[in-house]
C-alpha cells in the first residue's frame, strides 16, 4: 500500500509533464503532492480496517474522494461525475483508476480467490467493465504472489500471463499517456521485470513516460511486496499527507504488514 503511495507522489509533478532525462532526478520536491491515486488507495484500506469481512468500498471512496475533491491533476471526468452523482453506479469503465487503488486487498487477505474476490469489489463499484476488474485483479494478485509465495520471478511472470497472454513480448509505446488497465498494467509488469530495487522500479516507471503517477502507484504497490520500502522514501512519502491520511496507513500497515 505504502508503495503505490509513494509511487504516485513521486510521479505527480510528471503526470502532465513527463520526464525525459534519466534516472538520475530528485525523487521528491516541492511540487509533489498525492493525487487521487493515493485517496483512492487510502478509501480501499480505511474501507478493510472498518469492516474487514464485508468492505464498503463504494461508500468509503465517496467519502474520501469528497474530502479531497480538488487533488492534483484532479479526478477522471467520468469518475468525477460518479463521486458526485446523486446515485452513483458503475459505468463500464476499464481506466486504470481500477489498477491503481487495489493494493490494500492484497495484503488484507491471505487466500486468493479471497483476494480476487475483494479485488473485483473494489473496481465494480465504478470501473466494471472486464478490462478494469481484470486491471484490478492481476495487481492484486502480483502483490498478493509475493507475499504468500515468495518472490519466484519466472512462475510469477507465467502465472501473470493469465491475465493479460503476451504481455512479456508485446511493445507497448513509450510516454503514451495511456488512461486503460490494458494499456498500462501490463507495463507495470515489464517494469518490474526491468528492475533490481523499489527505488529503481520508480525510477524506471518515471523514465517510463506517459500517466506517470499512476504508473508509479502501480509499479510502487508490486515493488512493496518484493523488495519492500526503503525507509527514508516512506518517511519522505508521509510528509506530503494529511494527518487523517497518515493515521489510515500507520493503522493499516501495523494490523496487516508491519509498523511504521
Given at each position: 500500500?505504502?508503495?503505490?503511495?509513494?509511487?504516485?507522489?513521486?510521479?505527480?509533478?510528471?503526470?502532465?509533464?513527463?520526464?525525459?532525462?534519466?534516472?538520475?532526478?530528485?525523487?521528491?520536491?516541492?511540487?509533489?503532492?498525492?493525487?487521487?491515486?493515493?485517496?483512492?488507495?487510502v478509501?480501499?484500506?480505511?474501507?478493510?480496517?472498518?469492516?474487514?469481512?464485508?468492505?464498503?468500498?463504494?461508500?468509503?471512496?465517496?467519502?474520501?474522494?469528497?474530502?479531497?475533491?480538488?487533488?492534483?491533476?484532479?479526478?477522471?471526468?467520468?469518475?468525477?461525475?460518479?463521486?458526485?452523482?446523486?446515485?452513483?453506479?458503475?459505468?463500464?469503465?476499464?481506466?486504470?483508476?481500477?489498477?491503481?487503488?487495489?493494493?490494500?486487498?492484497?495484503?488484507?487477505?491471505?487466500?486468493?480467490?479471497?483476494?480476487?474476490?475483494?479485488?473485483?469489489?473494489?473496481?465494480?463499484?465504478?470501473?466494471?467493465?472486464?478490462?478494469?476488474?481484470?486491471?484490478?485483479?492481476?495487481?492484486?494478485?502480483?502483490?498478493?504472489?509475493?507475499?504468500?509465495?515468495?518472490?519466484?520471478?519466472?512462475?510469477?511472470?507465467?502465472?501473470?500471463?493469465?491475465?493479460?497472454?503476451?504481455?512479456?513480448?508485446?511493445?507497448?509505446?513509450?510516454?503514451?499517456?495511456?488512461?486503460?488497465?490494458?494499456g498500462?498494467?501490463?507495463?507495470a509488469?515489464?517494469?518490474?521485470?526491468?528492475?533490481?530495487?523499489?527505488?529503481?522500479?520508480?525510477?524506471?516507471?518515471?523514465?517510463?513516460?506517459?500517466?506517470?503517477?499512476?504508473?508509479?502507484?502501480?509499479?510502487?504497490?508490486?515493488?512493496?511486496?518484493?523488495w519492500?520500502?526503503?525507509?527514508?522514501?516512506?518517511?519522505?512519502?508521509?510528509e506530503?499527507?494529511?494527518?487523517?491520511?497518515?493515521?489510515?496507513?500507520?493503522?493499516?500497515?501495523?494490523?496487516?504488514?508491519?509498523?511504521?
Amino acid at each position: 500500500m505504502l508503495g503505490a503511495i509513494i509511487g504516485d507522489i513521486i510521479g505527480s509533478r510528471f503526470e502532465f509533464n513527463n520526464w525525459t532525462g534519466g534516472k538520475g532526478f530528485k525523487l521528491f520536491n516541492g511540487t509533489c503532492e498525492c493525487t487521487d491515486d493515493t485517496i483512492c488507495t487510502v478509501a480501499i484500506a480505511d474501507a478493510i480496517l472498518e469492516n474487514p469481512e464485508r468492505p464498503d468500498f463504494k461508500w468509503f471512496l465517496l467519502d474520501w474522494c469528497k474530502r479531497f475533491p480538488h487533488p492534483m491533476g484532479g479526478y477522471g471526468g467520468s469518475f468525477a461525475a460518479w463521486i458526485h452523482s446523486a446515485d452513483p453506479q458503475p459505468y463500464n469503465s476499464f481506466g486504470n483508476g481500477a489498477a491503481m487503488r487495489v493494493s490494500p486487498v492484497a495484503w488484507a487477505y491471505d487466500e486468493k480467490m479471497e483476494v480476487l474476490g475483494h479485488a473485483q469489489n473494489t473496481a465494480s463499484v465504478s470501473h466494471d467493465h472486464p478490462e478494469g476488474i481484470k486491471g484490478a485483479q492481476a495487481v492484486a494478485y502480483a502483490i498478493w504472489y509475493v507475499r504468500t509465495l515468495g518472490f519466484h520471478k519466472d512462475e510469477l511472470f507465467k502465472n501473470l500471463g493469465k491475465f493479460y497472454p503476451g504481455w512479456q513480448r508485446k511493445q507497448y509505446p513509450q510516454g503514451v499517456f495511456d488512461e486503460t488497465c490494458q494499456g498500462t498494467v501490463p507495463v507495470a509488469f515489464q517494469i518490474i521485470k526491468a528492475s533490481y530495487s523499489f527505488e529503481d522500479a520508480i525510477r524506471n516507471a518515471i523514465c517510463w513516460g506517459g500517466d506517470s503517477d499512476t504508473l508509479g502507484a502501480i509499479v510502487g504497490s508490486i515493488a512493496e511486496a518484493i523488495w519492500g520500502v526503503p525507509w527514508d522514501l516512506a518517511e519522505k512519502a508521509m510528509e506530503f499527507l494529511p494527518a487523517d491520511m497518515v493515521e489510515v496507513v500507520r493503522r493499516f500497515r501495523y494490523k496487516y504488514q508491519y509498523r511504521f
